[in-house]
């Protein structure tokens, strides 16, 4: 097959028979990529085509590209800035590298198929995504209620222009003439032909605005979203509450420090404060406190602070020193004679309700103390206990109720074996009475000396009947009793004694008995008999028998029963 010249070839393609063109389609590349531009999307097969021609048509006017003809190599006729940057793909589409702004236009495919030439143009769009998004000219601070500048977003070498979207917060912003106001701009570069994006946006801030996030961001035409880096802003804005904090203990009371704390909402906040400390006003300069050292009950009142700039803008609080002091009379160590009377007076200055409670050696009473007439009991440690809310306040004393002993009883009682006796003394007496007997004796027993009183035991074994006496004695007096005590031989014999006693007192009531008895039969008897006498008289006389009869059975059942009871 022989090669056709390239004027051979046109005047082929001019020549030929019929001539058909298809419909334009539109093929999207992007800046700096390889573009595949299609010829005729595979439609007529390459082993059909005699010759395929690749030309362009753009700003810069109509050129050839390349040629290849059935069978043979493809042939570059591009002769400027396409060349060496065109290829032919083997289903016969164009390859453009390395894309450029200015290859935007049409591109023609060009095929001789049999006795027919067909073209196939297509559309070259160039999509470039901007470079980046930043935000410029940023506004050191934005005040609120004042439109200002807060920036400029910048969209650089776009194509087609970027469209840039302002944010807050991630928020889309909408300009509506008032708080938000957004201006853009576009400049095209005349040698790339490249567009750049500035838009600038004029915010009015409000105090709900502070460390909000502010940003921008363009969704581009060829579906790639940027978005810059978040920016804040610091929101200056006038003091328009202050308030007054009151640093302090909880209860605040007499001798504790008190810090008045002074808090303003302003941006920057204010440096410089009047405290009105009553009668007085303290201006304080580059802090918002006051210390109060060592306040009073004279201390409580209002207290206020206000800005030094702005007078009318204050904040007012009320202090109130708590205090309770109690008084009481007598204190400390008191001692004093059983019988005499012992007045208390506690007196309490309180700011407020309090409640008293008392004590008697750590035990809890159940009203306060009354001494009318004293006695040993009432000796121990006394404390009351004032309370106010959290406060506290105590006061004791130590009464000592002092007197000579007294014994109160001096008892004895048998051991339980029978063969000692226990003697017994209590006594009462302050301070502790020593206790002596007049005899020797063992097991000697006392009690723990207690409100006064103390018990004292001894053991004896009494050969001999005795008077025993029992001593108690003090720095204020002597006490002493006797109590008799006889001997174990002694009682012994008496024990005997009250049982023969007892048997003979027995045997008098039995014979009694039986000499009654005696007695009632020999009556009995006697009756009897002077019954039988009264019975021939009356015969003598005439009297019935019947009645007689009747008689004598009477007297019969009476001497029975006397009988029966003498038996008994």
Known sequence: MHLLSASCVSALLFTALFYKVSGLETVIGLYGDTLEIPCNNGAIKAEDVFILKWKYDNKKGPGDLLVKQKNQNVSISATDEYKGRVSLAANSSLLLSAAELSDQGTFTCMMVVGADIVEYPVNVVIYKTPAGLEIKDKAEELEIGKLTKLGTCVAKDANPAANITWLKNNNPLVADGKGVSIQATVLVDPATGLSTTTSMLEYSAEKEDTDAQFSCSSQHTAGTELASSPVTFSITYSTENIVLQVIAQDPLVEGDSVTLKCVADGNPAPTSFNFHLKDEVVKVENTNSYTITNVSRDSSGKYKCSLVDNPTMEATEDIIVQYLDINLSPSGDIVKSAGETLDLNLQIDASSDSKTFWT?????????????KLTYSDSGRYECEVTMDLLSRK????????????????????????????????????????????????????????????????????????????????????????????????EVRMDKQDTADDSDKTKLVVGVVVGLLVAAIVIGVSYLVYSKKSKQGSWKTGEKEDGSSEEEKKLEEKVEENSQKAEV
């Open 360 to 372: 008697k050696d750590n035990l809890k009473l159940d009203k306060e103390p009354k001494f009318s």
């Open 395 to 490: 006061a004791s004393f130590e009464l000592a109720v002092e007197g000579a002993p007294v014994i109160k009883h001096l008892t004895k009682q048998l051991g339980g074996d029978g063969k000692h006796k226990v003697l017994i003394c209590e006594a009462e007496g302050s301070p502790k009475p020593a206790v002596s007997w007049s005899i020797n004796g063992t097991s000697l027993d006392e009690s723990p000396f207690v409100n006064g009183k103390i018990t004292h035991k001894i053991t004896v074994v009494p050969s001999a009947n005795l008077t025993v006496s029992c001593t108690v004695s003090n720095e204020f007096g002597v006490d002493t009793r006797a109590i008799n005590v006889s001997s174990l031989i002694e």
